[in-house]
C-alpha cells in the first residue's frame, strides 16, 4: 500500500472519529468538486502568516519590508464553487510527510511556491529546528524540519530540459533531461517551466536548439516547450514509480503587464492594482501554453495533476510585488511572500491528500 493511500485512509478515519461536522473528507470532495473553479472571498483571518516572521523570505517576494502598504491583497482566499479548501494546518502537515522530501523543480516560480510553503511551515512550528543546506552549489536548495524529518526542496531548472556547454556553444536539448536521476526518488516532485521559452537576446541562456538530434539555431518556441514537456511527459511514464513518487505539474503563471487583458487598456504594468479583477472570467482568456500542458499531460498514462494554477491567478492583478521588493524593478511576474502563493500551496496539499 502506498505512502498516499495510507494518508488518504487516515483522513477518512480521521474524519470519522472527529465526527464534528467540521471534518473534511477530502476524497469525497474531490470527486464532485474541481477546486480550481470558484472565487475570490475577502477574509479576515488572511493571511496564513505573519510574514515578518518567516526566517527568510527572499528580497525578491518580500512586499511588507519593502513598503508595500496597501494590504487587501492579503486577504482573500480562494473558495471553489462546489466544496470547501481545507484550511491550510501546517503541523498536520509535518506528521503526514514524516521522513519525506518534497521537491519543487523550475524556475524561479517554483522558488515563489518554495519559499511559500516554508513560511506556512514555519509558523506552525515556529520553535522547531530548521537545517539549511545547498546541495551540489547552485541547484539544489533544502530546508529541513528536523523535527519531522521532513525536507522541502527546490532544484533551480529553467527548462527541466538540459543545456550543454558543447564546442559550438550552449545548446539546449529537448530530448535530454540528464538530472532526471536526481528526481526520481523524491517523494513529491512539483515541477514548473515557461517564464523562460520566449527569452530573447542577451538573456536567453543558450545559442542553439538539439532536436531529435539536429542542431538549429532558433524554431518556434511554443514548439519547441511542448516537445520539451513531452521529453519530461515520456520519462515520467518510463522511470517514475508513481505509487512511490507523487507528481505534479505546477501550472503555467500569468503575468500582468498589459492592462487591456484586463479591461484598462493603457496600463502597462500592475503597481497601481489594488484588487483583484472584478468578475470570474478574465477577459483576455488563458495563455495559448496552458492548452500545450493540457495537451500533453493527457498523453501520460500515470497519474500526474495538474495543478491548475492559470485562471485563478490571472483575477490577482494585484498580488505581484511590481516595485515593493529590494531592486526596485517592476514585477508583474512573481508573487508577493505571503500571498497567492500560499493558495497556490493550500490547493497543493488538498491535491496531495486526494490521489
Ligand atoms: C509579526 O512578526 C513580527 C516579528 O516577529 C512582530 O514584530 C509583529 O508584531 C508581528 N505582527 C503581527 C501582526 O503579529
Ligand atoms: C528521516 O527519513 C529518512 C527517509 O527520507 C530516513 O532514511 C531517516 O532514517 C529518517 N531519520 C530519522 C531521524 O527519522
Ligand atoms: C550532485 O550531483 C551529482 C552529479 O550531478 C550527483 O551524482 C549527486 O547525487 C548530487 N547530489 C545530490 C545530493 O543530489
Ligand atoms: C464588483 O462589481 C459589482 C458590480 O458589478 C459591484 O457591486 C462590486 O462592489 C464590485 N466589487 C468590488 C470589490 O469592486
Request: hydrophobic residues 40%.
Amino acid at each position: 500500500m502506498g505512502f498516499f493511500k495510507a494518508i488518504a485512509t487516515f483522513v477518512v478515519i480521521f474524519s470519522w472519529l472527529s465526527a464534528d461536522g467540521n471534518s473534511f473528507d477530502l476524497r469525497k470532495e474531490e470527486t464532485k468538486c474541481n477546486m480550481y473553479q470558484g472565487k475570490w472571498v475577502y477574509d479576515e483571518s488572511f493571511p496564513l502568516y505573519n510574514s515578518s516572521a518567516c526566517p527568510s523570505i527572499r528580497k525578491e517576494f518580500d512586499c511588507l519590508k519593502y513598503g508595500r502598504l496597501d494590504l487587501f491583497y492579503l486577504k482573500y482566499r480562494w473558495q471553489p464553487s462546489n466544496c470547501q479548501l481545507p484550511r491550510f494546518d501546517g503541523l498536520s502537515f509535518l506528521k503526514r510527510f514524516n521522513g519525506k522530501k518534497i521537491m519543487f523543480i523550475g524556475d524561479s516560480l517554483s522558488l515563489n511556491i518554495w519559499q511559500s510553503l516554508i513560511c506556512m511551515l514555519h509558523a506552525a512550528v515556529p520553535n522547531s529546528n530548521i537545517i539549511r543546506q545547498k546541495l551540489n552549489t547552485t541547484t539544489i536548495s533544502s530546508v529541513e524540519f528536523q523535527d519531522y524529518n521532513v525536507s522541502v526542496m527546490l532544484f533551480h531548472s529553467l527548462y527541466l530540459v538540459d543545456v550543454d556547454e558543447e564546442k559550438i556553444g550552449r545548446v539546449l536539448n529537448l530530448n535530454s533531461m540528464r538530472n532526471a536521476n536526481l528526481w526520481k526518488n523524491v517523494d513529491v516532485l512539483v515541477f514548473n517551466t515557461w517564464l523562460w521559452w520566449y527569452r530573447r537576446g542577451p538573456k536567453q541562456p543558450w545559442d542553439y536548439i538539439k532536436v531529435e538530434g539536429k542542431i538549429v539555431k532558433d524554431m518556434d518556441r511554443m514548439t519547441a516547450f511542448k516537445a520539451a514537456l513531452t521529453t519530461w511527459a515520456k520519462w515520467v511514464d518510463s522511470d517514475v514509480e508513481t505509487d512511490k513518487t507523487k507528481v505534479i505539474f505546477q501550472g503555467i503563471s500569468p503575468s500582468h503587464y498589459h492592462g487591456s487583458d484586463w479591461g484598462e487598456p493603457g496600463v502597462t504594468n500592475c503597481l497601481k492594482e489594488t484588487k483583484p479583477f472584478n468578475g470570474t472570467v478574465y477577459p483576455v482568456g488563458l495563455p495559448e501554453a496552458v492548452y500545450v500542458v493540457k495537451d500533453v499531460l493527457s498523453g501520460i498514462k500515470k497519474p500526474v495533476h495538474l495543478l491548475d494554477i492559470t485562471a485563478l491567478s490571472q483575477l490577482r492583478k494585484e498580488a505581484h510585488p511590481s516595485s515593493y521588493n529590494a531592486f526596485r524593478g517592476m514585477d508583474c511576474t512573481h508573487w508577493c511572500v505571503a500571498g497567492l502563493a500560499d493558495t497556490w500551496n493550500e490547493l497543493l496539499y488538498a491535491a496531495l491528500l486526494s490521489f
